[in-house]
């Protein structure tokens, strides 16, 4: 007791060489630390967007920390940030991974707050530059937590209502991702591959006929699909695209990348013969004119009923303008929507209940929406 009562009373400054209270210098900004030199400025600042990735953790000059002691004193106010974070990044990086463990080889691996990224490409094409496959990771993983931001916003999930991460993979060789499909998926599927509602997965050969390695297509890929697991995952692991509730899965896919993107470049339909499009994925003005166009016809009714896989680009795109007008109308009635749609209650029972309109009221305050806000005209984009 007494020693405890003596140690306590001794003041931090009589122990230098146990407390350091170090002031670092100017030529660190007084941080005792400095950015590590091995990554470029611009990748800085996507490295600490993310809770980890791979490729910094296997730096040897600063362990993932991202900053290496200041040369010029003896540290600062940041050295033991500095220091924890290298601890942490090991950790994490000690674990095993079982992409890596099967496939036997290190990958550039991402996680973030919602996603695991992993890919093993080395180059991309983005117009006529190259992006090799560590940047385009960590842009995915930017513009994927963007979407996922939005929807977190929209459906305001509880600290575990997702119950996995959401893991996307993009491969270099078709044969990377035949025996990833074989042995985590149980596919033979040649295509881009999903799995959504349990541990959501999706994985592609970024090199196929489709996207012949193209970064921008790849990017938005990565996003909208990482909407459909989102949103798959959500409460209930379930995915209602094929629960008649193809309006709300697909329009949310593509409500969620138009966002980010400011269009639209992918349909919700598997391994198309043809590749689809409506109005190159730049849809307001276009909706404006085909709603103006049809005034006659009664679109929701039929448009409520359809599952993902069945339904046209241009019911697509009418998915897309009734989920954006619900997002702008009455926001608070998406969660509703989606918890009711993976219960299977029909969209026409949940619109009275959650929007205070019948179908039929709901069609002509939508149309009414469209006629007000959208443009009569729109610049086509790329
Ligand atoms: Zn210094
Ligand atoms: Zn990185
Ligand atoms: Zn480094
Ligand atoms: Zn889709």
Not at 189 to 199: C, I, P, R, V
Not at 247 to 274: F, M, P
Request: aromatic share 8%.
């Amino acid at each position: 007791m007494l020693l405890a009562a003596l140690i306590l009373a001794i003041p931090a400054t009589a122990s230098p060489a146990q407390e350091p209270d170090l002031k670092g210098c100017r030529r660190c900004d007084h941080r005792g630390v400095v950015d590590c030199p091995q990554h470029d400025q611009d990748l800085l600042a996507l490295e600490r967007r993310v809770n980890f990735c791979a490729a910094a953790a296997r730096c040897q000059d600063c362990g993932g920390s991202l900053l290496v002691p200041c040369q010029r004193c003896d540290g600062g106010p940041e050295t033991g940030v500095m220091e924890m974070r290298r601890k942490e990044v090991a950790v994490w990086l000690a674990h095993e991974d079982p992409l890596e463990a099967f496939l036997e080889k290190p990958l550039v691996r991402i996680e973030t707050l919602h996603f695991l990224f992993a890919t093993d490409v080395d180059q991309l094409k983005r117009g006529k530059k190259k992006v090799d496959g560590h940047r385009f990771l960590h842009e995915l993983a930017r513009d994927a937590e963007e979407a996922a931001a939005w929807i977190d916003q929209h459906y305001a999930p509880g600290e575990k209502d997702y119950r996995a991460r959401m893991r996307l993979w993009f491969w270099e060789e078709a044969d990377s991702h035949l025996k990833v499909m074989r042995h985590f998926l149980g596919s033979g599927s040649a295509g881009d591959f999903k799995m959504l509602g349990h541990e959501p997965l999706f994985s592609v050969h970024c090199h196929d006929r489709t996207f012949k390695g193209i970064e921008p297509t790849l990017r938005s890929l990565g996003v909208h699909n990482g909407v459909h697991m989102l949103l798959s995952n959500l409460w209930t692991e379930v995915w209602i695209g094929d629960m008649q509730a193809g309006w709300l899965d697909s329009g949310s896919a593509h409500w969620y990348e138009e966002q980010v993107y400011g269009r639209v470049e992918h349909y919700c339909i598997d391994e198309a013969v043809i590749p689809p499009d409506w109005n190159g994925g730049v849809w307001r003005a276009a909706l404006r004119e085909l709603l103006e166009r049809k005034s006659e016809t009664l679109l929701l009714p039929e448009l409520v009923k359809q599952q993902t896989g069945a339904m046209t680009p241009e019911q697509q795109a009418l998915a897309w303008s009734v989920y954006d007008w619900i997002v702008a109308t009455k926001p608070d009635a998406l969660a509703g929507l989606l918890r009711g749609a993976k219960v299977r209650t029909p969209s026409r029972e949940m619109f009275p209940a959650l929007l205070g309109r019948s179908l039929l009221e709901a069609e002509r305050a939508w149309r009414a929406w469209v006629s007000e806000t959208y443009p009569k005209k729109e610049k086509k984009r790329r």
